[in-house]
């Protein structure tokens, strides 16, 4: 008897996705735009770190965001109000955003182009971490209430992340957060990582974190 023929699903959309996201990458370069893929589990407080950059991107560069949400505007319309140009890209449902979604979203900024877009992808530790979004570097935070033991518990996420940014530090008498653990679980999986400490809420660890993509971003655009 003949057996059914088996197509991994998958593995063809992620080996498409994959290339489309190395033709934006491209793309990108050409037209000297660095894009961060920021991605972190819901209330780590990504836009408020975007917030908390602000500051210090004022004068230096030309910068957009693109608010990933399966629904609402709530954090696009927060940015506007601060001054920092954004969009909300609405996904229909889906956990993540890859490559021709973000193309999409960076088109529909109407005005010059801009040196550097951030997209706050989906809050959530599982699908972003799949998709390449055709981004120059990826950054998770990770909020000391959420725990230690993120790293341990989602690797893909700290496997694929360029930068880990642990928020709320203000918090940390609060909670058992084990610095050394967490940055020993990164490390394990992700050797080269870069780990910030910052609190969004009172600005200690910005300006690092601030110099930090600064630099990357002119690494990118040269």
Request: aromatic content about 6%; proline content about 4%; overall charge negative.
């Amino acid at each position: 008897m003949e057996k059914a023929k088996v197509i991994e699903l998958k593995e063809t959309i992620l080996e498409d996705n994959n290339a489309d996201a190395q033709v934006l990458r491209q793309e990108l370069k050409a037209q000297k735009t660095c894009l961060m893929n920021l991605m972190s589990s819901p209330g780590s407080g990504k836009t408020s770190t975007l917030l908390a950059l602000k500051p210090y991107f004022e004068g230096k560069i030309k910068w957009g965001v693109m608010e990933a949400d399966i629904d609402s505007d709530v954090d696009a319309n927060t940015l506007i109000e601060a001054g920092i140009p954004s969009i909300q890209l609405h996904t229909g449902g889906m956990c993540h955003l890859d490559a021709d979604m973000t193309r999409q979203g960076i088109r529909a900024f109407d005005r010059d182009e801009l040196d550097f877009v951030v997209l706050e992808n989906i809050g959530n530790l599982v699908c972003p971490a799949e998709f390449d979004t055709g981004a120059n570097f990826n950054l998770t935070i990770l909020s000391v209430p959420e725990g230690d033991d993120k790293p341990a518990k989602y690797p893909l996420m700290y496997e694929v992340s360029d930068v880990l940014v642990i928020n709320k530090i203000d918090a940390l008498p609060v909670f058992d957060f084990r610095k050394d653990y967490v940055e020993a679980c990164a490390r394990r999986l992700n050797p080269q990582i870069k780990i910030f400490y910052i609190s969004a809420k009172t600005g200690d660890g910005v300006r690092e974190l601030a110099d930090y993509l600064l630099e990357q971003i002119q690494k990118v655009n040269a």
